[in-house]
């Protein structure tokens, strides 16, 4: 295989999904709400909850019921589960720029792929609704492999599908943990400035071979960092 250089794509990108291709804070929204409207509580305003959906439900359903305690956030799980798989997809979009930026790697002949912490049965579900299944080469979950996303294990796997070295992939991710897992796994890392963060969160800290600001710059071989 022909080693990457700089002004090339990656022969492979691994995305994670929510925050990173996808705009689900909407979908996460409906779901809150439908949860506090059963308790009759007020919706909650999608600016509270759009900084922790990629923190996963446990992490939402504590901002949507604070006066909870950790073990009863817990408990509801199933429920946020539940009510978000008859939401999913309803109201979330791609990030502008997704669609325009997966053309132009499959037109380089990059191979991509999704490595999420969503529960698998969640991923594969929304990802036809995008018309992604004929395009995305693997796809692994939150629930698919022993270990999640900051352990390098998903990516490792997802790679190792793709019959890649790990070097060889570029992930790219809006969570800290995605780059940690990323940095573990050996796998040169995007930062995705235009997802999900908490006010206190520092990309610069997390140590990404690369920032970007929106996905149109990666429409330009040159923002990638050098994979291989």
Not at 16 to 25: H, K, N, R, V
Request: contains cysteine; glycine residues 8%.
């Amino acid at each position: 295989m022909t080693e990457s250089v700089a002004g090339r794509f990656p022969p492979a990108v691994l995305f994670d999904l929510d925050g990173t291709l996808l705009d689900s804070a909407p979908d996460m929204l409906a779901t809150v709400n439908r949860m506090r409207a059963s308790r009759d509580m007020p919706p909650l305003a999608l600016a509270a909850l759009r900084p922790t959906v990629s923190k996963g439900a446990r992490a939402m359903s504590s901002v949507a019921f604070p006066h909870l305690s950790a073990e009863e956030i817990a408990a509801l799980v199933p429920e946020f589960l539940d009510i978000y798989r008859q939401e999913l997809g309803r109201h979330s979009r791609p990030f502008d720029g997704v669609e325009e930026m997966l053309a132009a790697l499959e037109q380089a002949g990059t191979v991509w792929g999704i490595v999420t912490n969503k529960p698998e049965y969640l991923a594969r579900e929304v990802v036809p609704q995008l018309g992604w299944q004929s395009r995305c080469a693997v796809l692994v979950g939150g629930d698919t492999l022993a270990e999640r996303k900051p352990h390098p294990l998903p990516l490792l796997h997802a790679a190792e599908e793709l019959g890649m070295p790990a070097a060889h992939c570029a992930y790219v991710g809006d969570d800290e943990r995605d780059i940690v897992a990323a940095r573990a796994a050996g796998m040169p890392a995007v930062v995705a400035l235009w997802g999900y963060r908490l006010d206190g969160d520092d990309p610069i800290a997390w140590q990404g071979d690369v920032m970007v600001d929106e996905p149109q710059a990666l429409l330009d071989p040159a923002a990638w960092p050098v994979v291989g």
